[in-house]
């Protein structure tokens, strides 16, 4: 059974940095994209960030280009996702999640494992 546990959330500035991260546990994370999709109160779950399986290629949603950043170790089968400049639309859950291949893609259901999600709230 694959576990994802996020980390990192809070309650920050305008403006400010946060940096969170998920561990993997269960299957060869290496093998598998992973990505981070955020929901809104009262807002579908959307696309933030993937990263494919070798961390070769980058993805982002339009708001987030140039102020988010996705990496991974995968020796030590963890994705982080720095957070700068922030802005109140990004206040959200975040969830990590673990693709079905190696590439993933920006739709939820091209994702097979989900964390229990991460309060990010940005206030102005």
């Known amino acids: 059974q694959v576990q994802l546990v996020e980390s990192g959330g809070g309650l920050v500035q305008t403006g400010d940095s946060l940096r969170l991260s998920c561990t993997a546990s269960?299957?060869?994370?290496?093998?598998?994209?992973m990505g981070w999709f955020r929901q809104a109160p009262g807002k579908e779950r959307e696309f933030v960030a993937r990263i494919t399986w070798s961390g070769g290629s980058t993805y982002y949603r339009d708001s987030v280009k140039g102020r988010f950043t996705i990496s991974r170790d995968n020796a030590k089968n963890t994705v982080t996702l720095q957070m700068n400049n922030l802005k109140p639309e990004d206040t959200a859950v975040y969830y990590c999640?673990?693709?079905?291949?190696?590439?993933?893609?920006?739709?939820?259901?091209?994702?097979?494992?989900w964390g229990q999600g991460t309060q990010v709230t940005v206030s102005s």
């Open positions: 999640a673990q693709a079905r291949g190696q590439r993933g893609g920006d739709s939820w259901d091209q994702y097979e494992y």
């Open positions: 269960g299957r060869s994370f290496a093998n598998y994209a």
